[in-house]
């Protein structure tokens, strides 16, 4: 029977449901998708689809380096918006993170978000360490 372990860091928003932060299975790590709550105060970052982009990266980062893993180890990323019109701001954040022919594999989608306010969400799948 196959097993999987919850990763959980104190460095990255607690969990407002009944999910965990990340998950490891089979050598890869499957991170909860994050918003752009700062983990210290548990509200949205101020500011627009950058900075908001940033915390979020900032956030899959914590709950990856928890694990032993990081933000180089991400083969797949999903990204929820929550406009079209976000996309420039969120890609040159995004860019700051990741680089054109070291990138993981993404796929970008509009939808509403919550809670008020958010702009982006991220998923992502890495390599576990």
Same mark, same amino acid.
């Not at 097993?3 to 104190?10: G, R």
């Not at 509403?112 to 702009?119: A, C, I, K, Q, T």
């Given at each position: !029977?196959? /097993?999987? #372990?919850?990763?959980? /860091?104190?460095?990255?928003?607690?969990? @407002?449901?009944?999910?965990?932060? &990340?998950?490891?299975?089979?050598?890869?790590?499957?991170?909860?998708?994050? +918003? +752009?709550?700062?983990? =210290?105060?548990?509200?949205?970052? #101020?500011?627009?689809?950058?900075?908001?982009?940033?915390? @979020?990266?900032?956030?899959?980062?914590?709950?990856? =380096?928890?694990?032993?893993?990081?933000?180089?180890?991400?083969?797949?990323?999903? @990204?929820?918006?929550?406009?079209?019109?976000?996309?420039? =701001?969120?890609?040159? +954040?995004?860019? =700051?993170?990741?680089?054109?022919?070291?990138?993981?594999?993404?796929?970008?989608?509009?939808? #509403?978000?919550?809670?008020?306010?958010?702009? @982006? &969400? !991220? #998923? &992502?799948? +890495?390599?576990?360490?």
């Amino acid at each position: !029977m196959a /097993t999987f #372990e919850v990763v959980s /860091t104190p460095r990255a928003p607690a969990p @407002v449901g009944p999910y965990s932060q &990340a998950t490891r299975a089979g050598g890869f790590l499957f991170c909860a998708g994050q +918003a +752009a709550f700062d983990p =210290e105060t548990g509200r949205l970052v #101020e500011g627009g689809a950058k900075e908001q982009t940033r915390q @979020v990266l900032q956030n899959l980062r914590a709950v990856l =380096e928890a694990a032993g893993s990081g933000l180089d180890r991400i083969v797949k990323i999903t @990204v929820f918006l929550s406009d079209w019109r976000n996309f420039p =701001e969120v890609n040159a +954040a995004y860019a =700051e993170f990741f680089r054109a022919g070291s990138a993981p594999a993404r796929s970008t989608v509009q939808g #509403e978000r919550w809670p008020p306010g958010s702009l @982006v &969400a !991220m #998923e &992502a799948i +890495a390599l576990d360490s």
